[in-house]
């Protein structure tokens, strides 16, 4: 089995050599379709030596990557295979050109994936399908020239250029400063992005497939998070950065504002994105913020978010009447001076109230 083009984002141009010297030996080659949309339009895993294939519909054919699924596509062989190939007795197109057994309840996969590629193959046409090829290849060339005064591209093929992803060395940045592959992939995650795939197929990379999809302005976007997060890591190599910033202080929890309108409470969670190379660590946060990651010191006095909601509920809160002082609480409630009322949950580890 092999995958084309190649996991380290190169097209193979030795690749018929190969499949070649598998068939003079009497083999068969199958060709992992994973990366087909650095292909679509432009060439066929067949007219290369592939004999068997897979082709996912995740990437090429707008199913979403990752999460453990869904791994559905057709499995596409040549003619001399069909006599090996799965059957099924409920099959429309005649169980009996197949004669294997059944691998699958549904003979062609599911039914909640598939009408999703099909409307997408549809809408897109063939000029559209192999457009989308040529924005995967642009884009991912278009981050490897600008990331790579910072970040080494490990493989390069023709004229310095990669397939649909390249892999970003960090190695050399952790000899350097000690901040990991992990450290930058969690510090990403303050600038909004998922850190793409860590350590495959090489220990000690970032493999970055940015596909079709990203517009030119979240392009950019990414670049200026990555340039940002080597800036903080020179500086902490250096001695004059904090070594929470980058490294054990990542990812910080996003501060949490609550609201309380009557008796309808609304929370709002946002992520504040740093400016490149202005890291905030955790000892900086705003106030108010969930120290949730387990790294925030047991001595910060600084108040919880639902401390912080609890005290902006209490000073909104309508006075209660005269009549209702002398009232039975809820239960998980105490009575406090003058027939103010606070809830269990708002009070801190000494039993008082925080702020009061």
Request: with cysteine.
């Amino acid at each position: 089995m092999m995958t084309y083009p190649s996991t380290h984002g190169v097209y193979e141009h030795e690749v018929r050599a190969i499949t070649d010297a598998v068939h003079d030996a009497g083999g068969q080659v199958y060709v992992d379709g994973a990366n087909l949309n650095a292909l679509l339009g432009y060439a066929r895993f067949g007219d290369f030596g592939g004999d068997v294939s897979h082709l996912n519909l995740h990437k090429t054919f707008c199913i979403p990557h990752g999460g453990g699924g869904p791994g559905v596509g057709p499995v596409a062989a040549k003619s001399h295979l069909a006599p090996f190939l799965p059957g099924h007795a409920m099959s429309q197109r005649g169980a009996a050109e197949f004669a294997g057994t059944p691998v699958s309840a549904a003979p062609f996969g599911s039914p909640s994936i598939l009408p999703i590629s099909w409307a997408y193959v549809r809408m897109m046409g063939a000029d559209g399908l192999r457009e989308a090829t040529g924005a995967a290849v642009l884009a991912a060339n278009y981050l490897a020239a600008r990331l790579a005064e910072h970040f080494p591209v490990l493989y390069r093929g023709d004229d310095g250029l990669v397939a649909h992803e390249c892999i970003l060395d960090l190695r050399p940045l952790t000899a350097a400063t000690g901040v990991t592959v992990d450290d930058v992939a969690k510090r990403l995650v303050d600038y909004g992005f998922h850190a793409p795939t860590m350590s495959f197929p090489v220990p000690g990379t970032l493999m970055v497939e940015p596909t079709e999809s990203e517009d030119l302005a979240e392009l950019d976007r990414f670049v200026d998070a990555m340039v940002g997060i080597r800036a903080e890591a020179d500086r902490v190599g250096a001695g004059s950065g904090r070594s929470r910033t980058t490294r054990s202080g990542t990812p910080r929890t996003p501060p949490m504002r609550w609201w309380a309108s009557g008796r309808t409470r609304t929370r709002e969670r946002r992520r504040s994105t740093p400016s490149p190379g202005r890291a905030r660590s955790p000892g900086r946060s705003r106030p108010g913020s969930a120290a949730s990651t387990g790294r925030r010191s047991a001595a910060s006095t600084r108040p919880t978010a639902t401390a912080t909601w609890c005290a902006r509920a209490r000073r909104r809160r309508p006075s209660r009447k005269p009549s209702q002082r002398g009232s039975r609480t809820a239960q998980g409630t105490r009575r406090g001076p003058a027939g103010s009322r606070r809830s269990s949950r708002c009070r801190g580890s000494s039993g008082r109230s925080p702020g009061a």
